[in-house]
């Protein structure tokens, strides 16, 4: 999904529905990070990213439409409200990104960087000592994750006041709304 065919997000359940579908993935581009641009005259377009407000009404909506036409459906739960808490799948899950020259990483969004919390050495996973992707995950801050404001403050918007207007969710934990 993106700024471009958001609208026609909804028009899926029923497809979905007739022909069967049982499960169903909806995943935006570029909620987090810079998403590529379009190159042409029509700056409406040239944007990919899904604006904050607009991702907010239509996504979790036709969620709630997959599971009441008895199709479980799974989103990035990106923009988190005030009351519900941030969680860190670096601490409440237990993922690896495994890369061939031996880096291990537990956030997808650190790949980049050589921060990562393990590598591979002899057959072995060797957790490594310093300054780590693993030590930022327990920070607790206004904006949520912690990486992505680190890697890509970008995305964030504040109020003037300086508060975020959103917070941002871990991007490996997911929402599932399950068929009514």
């Not at 996504?59 to 969680?87: C, H, M």
């Not at 504040?158 to 959103?166: A, L, M, Q, S, W």
């Amino acid at each position: 999904v993106s700024s471009r065919n958001i609208f026609e997000l909804p028009r899926m359940i029923p497809l979905l529905r007739d022909l069967g579908v049982k499960r169903f993935f909806i995943q935006v581009i570029g909620l987090r990070g810079a998403s590529a641009e379009r190159h042409n005259s029509d700056e409406r377009s040239r944007q990919l990213q899904v604006d904050p407000r607009l991702w907010l009404d239509v996504v979790p909506e036709v969620a709630r439409q997959g599971g009441e036409a008895g199709i479980t459906v799974i989103y990035p739960k990106v923009y988190l409200s005030d009351i519900e808490p941030f969680e860190c799948a670096g601490q409440v899950a237990e993922n690896f990104f495994i890369f061939p020259n031996g880096r291990v990483y537990q956030c997808p969004l650190c790949e980049d960087y050589g921060v990562h919390s393990f590598e591979i050495k002899d057959n072995q996973l060797i957790r490594l000592a310093g300054l780590t992707e693993e030590r930022f995950f327990s920070l607790q801050i206004p904006e949520g994750c912690v990486m992505n404001k680190l890697l890509q403050p970008q995305t964030i918007s504040y109020h003037p006041d300086g508060k975020p207007v959103h917070r941002i969710s871990c991007c490996l934990l997911k929402q599932r709304v399950d068929p009514l």
